[in-house]
T-cell receptor, first 113, second 112 residues
Framework: SQQGEEDPQALSIQEGENATMNCSYK?????LQWYRQNSGRGLVHLIL?????REKHSGRLRVTLDTSKKSSSLLITASRAADTASYFC?????????????FGSGTQLTVLP | DAGITQSPRHKVTETGTPVTLRCHQT?????MYWYRQDPGHGLRLIHY???????DKGEVSDGYSVSRSKTEDFLLTLESATSSQTSVYFC???????????FGQGTRLTVV
C-alpha cells in the first residue's frame, strides 16, 4: 500500500498549547499536503509543501518536510477549541501514478477549553 | 466552498442491489477522485479520472466501477452492493497533479 502513516492517532491538549502531528510516507513525492476534517464534513486543504521546500508557515500552522526521512510534521500553535478536528496528510508521488493523491490514516485532535 | 456536489448525501440499500453515486463539479477541473473513508483506514482511493473517458484504478477498486462522460460528472457504481461497502464516500477534484484537492461533503452509504 502507498498509504502513509500518521502519529499519533489521537491527541488531546489544552487550549493554548501547541499540537504536533507527524506523517510518514514511502515513496519520492512531488509535494505533501495537509488537510483538516471536522466531524461529518468533507476535507479542507490547509497547506501544501513542495519536495524542494523544508518549512512553510500559514498563520498558526507550521509544516516541515524531511525528504531524506520521508516524513513531515504539522505544528498548530496556540491551539483553540475550534481546532478540534481530524488532520490528514496526503502526497502525490513524483513518477508513475503521479495522478493519485494518497492520504494517511489521520490524527484526531481534541483541544479542551 | 469549491463547486462540488455529491448526490445522494445519504443512502440505505440492500445487499445485491446496484448503487450509483454522483459527483458534479462546476470548476472544470481535470482530475476527479472517489475515496472511501472507514474508521482506522483514513481515506482510501477507489478510482480516479484524469479526463473525459480517462479513468484508472486506485487502491481499493474491487467491486466498483466509474464513468466520466462529461468533464463535470464522475459517477461511482457499485454493481452489486455488499455490506463491506458500507462507508462514507468522498469525491474530490483538482486542477493538476501538483495542486491541492477540493472535497465534496460526502455520501453516507449503508448496505443492509
Amino acid at each position: 500500500s502507498q498509504q502513509g502513516e500518521e502519529d499519533p492517532q489521537a491527541l488531546s491538549i489544552q487550549e493554548g498549547e501547541n499540537a504536533t502531528m507527524n506523517c510518514s510516507y514511502k515513496t519520492s513525492i512531488n509535494n505533501l499536503q495537509w488537510y483538516r476534517q471536522n466531524s461529518g464534513r468533507g476535507l479542507v486543504h490547509l497547506i501544501l509543501i513542495r519536495s524542494n521546500e523544508r518549512e512553510k508557515h500559514s498563520g498558526r500552522l507550521r509544516v516541515t518536510l524531511d525528504t531524506s526521512k520521508k516524513s513531515s510534521s504539522l505544528l498548530i500553535t496556540a491551539s483553540r477549541a475550534a481546532d478540534t478536528a481530524s488532520y490528514f496528510c496526503a502526497h502525490s508521488i513524483s513518477s508513475g501514478s503521479a495522478r493519485q493523491l494518497t492520504f494517511g490514516s489521520g490524527t484526531q485532535l481534541t483541544v479542551l477549553p | 466552498d469549491a463547486g462540488i456536489t455529491q448526490s445522494p448525501r445519504h443512502k440505505v440499500t440492500e445487499t445485491g442491489t446496484p448503487v450509483t453515486l454522483r459527483c458534479h463539479q462546476t470548476e472544470n477541473h481535470r482530475y476527479m477522485y472517489w475515496y472511501r473513508q472507514d474508521p482506522g483506514h483514513g481515506l482510501r482511493l477507489i478510482h480516479y479520472s484524469y479526463g473525459v473517458k480517462d479513468t484508472d484504478k486506485g487502491e481499493v477498486s474491487d467491486g466498483y466501477s466509474v464513468s466520466r462522460s462529461k468533464t463535470e460528472d464522475f459517477l461511482l457504481t457499485l454493481e452489486s452492493a455488499t455490506s463491506s461497502q458500507t462507508s462514507v464516500y468522498f469525491c474530490a477534484i483538482r486542477v493538476d497533479v501538483v495542486t491541492e484537492a477540493f472535497f465534496g461533503q460526502g455520501t453516507r452509504l449503508t448496505v443492509v
